[in-house]
């Protein structure tokens, strides 16, 4: 299995948690795939991850809330994800990406472009 530092896990999540709330709303089948992903991969305390998670879903709110700061943060995302990850590293997060808009079993427009951004720029 691919193993992923804590920051990484978080940046990961950030952008599934994106992904899930880019119609405005996180369904329980989408929330529960990031909460087993961050659980498995997760290095540090079980608290830090609790708080993390609670961080990630307001960060997100606020990044909905304004069209500029969301494009900025999914830029500085994809800057990471394509200088500080390797080959193997970018299909895992392609694949979990994927995996994120698939579980609700609807592919809402949004998510669909979101994720084709996340897949041309990884590509």
């Not at 880019?22 to 329980?28: G, N, T």
């Not at 472009?113 to 996340?118: D, E, K, P, R």
Request: with cysteine; net charge negative.
């Amino acid at each position: 299995p691919i193993e992923f530092s804590d920051d990484e896990i978080k940046q990961i999540v950030l952008a599934a948690t994106l992904m899930s709330s880019i119609d405005r709303e996180v369904h329980s089948s989408e929330w529960n795939l990031i909460s087993a992903f961050s659980h498995k991969h997760w290095k540090g305390k079980e608290g830090d991850l609790q708080d993390f998670l609670q961080t990630v879903l307001i960060e997100c709110q606020s990044l909905l809330a304004n069209e500029g700061k969301l494009n900025k943060k999914v830029e500085e995302l994809i800057l990471n994800f394509n200088t500080l990850y390797s080959s193997e590293k970018k299909n895992a997060v392609i694949d979990f990406l994927s995996n994120i808009i698939e579980a609700d079993g609807y592919l809402n427009p949004d998510e669909s472009n979101l994720f084709a951004i996340f897949l041309d720029r990884l590509s």
